[in-house]
């Protein structure tokens, strides 16, 4: 498997673990660069490598009434402070083909919301910019039929493209984590991300936010990393209680330098077998 370009560090092809970690949604400039840079410090210290995820923009919440972000030019302002005092990549979310370009300007990567993965001129227009590409596998998809977003990054002219796991909907207000899933789609030729944190929601059960059950946050990481995958996707927050999106389903920030720790040395065990 050809390993992917993010910034300076590389994905899958045999290169460490990678952690993607970060607030859900932007709060303020402030939080943004806090968190920023304890994430640094824990992730460093378990001797692993990390991109730091923020959205300027939550255009999927439950409610009209939900928080959404700072916005596009207010949030890549921030994100870019963030870049220029961690030295971390970017990633950044995006849901219109017009923010593809003026996100490149700052972000490492341009991530494809799920439900969005199947929006060809999305696709297209962030392969264009040059930047890494990380589709979240819809929850309506099996696995094998991500292949098609890939190709439509691909066929634009940008190999640096990976997928990501975020759960299938199992019935009404559920999500479920197939683990046949990871290898099924690293056999597509491309990088696996699991993100552990949003395959804990539970969509729409909180009448009116989506509720979670960040308790599993471990157990699961644990299987994914056990099951090959090339890196992590954690919503970290210092108080998940007071985070402005995706508040029951983050991890605490205090709980990620013991699970990184685990997940280094299941991922030694996996790699050596």
């Known amino acids: ?42 992730v460093t210290d378990a001797g692993l490598r990390m991109v730091f995820k923020a959205s300027y923009d939550k255009a999927n919440r439950t409610s009209i009434d939900s928080f959404r972000g700072p916005g596009l030019a ?16 970017i990633l950044t979310d995006i849901h219109d083909a017009d923010q593809a ?47 098609h977003a890939v190709t439509k990054v691909t066929a634009a002219g940008n190999a640096d493209v990976f997928v990501t796991e975020r759960g299938t909907s199992f019935g009404y207000n559920n999500l479920v984590v197939d683990m046949r899933a990871f290898p099924i789609m690293r056999a597509l030729g491309v990088p696996v991300i699991f993100d552990v944190t949003h395959s804990m929601q539970l969509p729409g059960a909180g009448d009116g ?21 090339d890196g992590v996707f954690l919503e970290v927050h210092e108080e998940p209680s007071r985070a402005k999106s995706d508040a029951q ?12 720790r685990k997940l280094k040395a299941i991922d030694a065990i996996t790699r050596a077998s």
């Open 1 to 42: 498997m050809p390993s992917v370009r993010i910034g300076s560090l590389a994905l899958g092809g045999g290169a460490p673990l990678l952690v993607i970690a970060g607030p859900c949604v932007i709060e303020s400039e402030a939080h943004a660069l806090e968190t920023a840079l304890a994430l640094k410090a824990i």
């Open 74 to 89: 207010k949030g890549l302002a921030v994100l870019a402070r963030v870049k220029a005092e961690t030295g971390l990549p």
């Open 101 to 147: 370009a003026p996100a490149a300007e700052v972000a490492d990567v341009l991530q494809i919301p799920a439900f969005l993965c199947r929006q060809t001129d999305l696709l297209v227009a962030a392969a264009r910019t040059g930047r890494a590409v990380n589709i979240k596998k819809g929850q309506f998809l099996a696995p094998r039929d991500i292949r």
């Open 209 to 229: 936010v989506t509720a979670g059950l960040a308790e599993y946050i471990e157990p699961l990481a644990r299987a994914g990393v056990a099951a090959g995958v």
């Open 249 to 260: 389903n983050a991890l605490r920030l205090d709980l990620l330098a013991p699970l990184l």
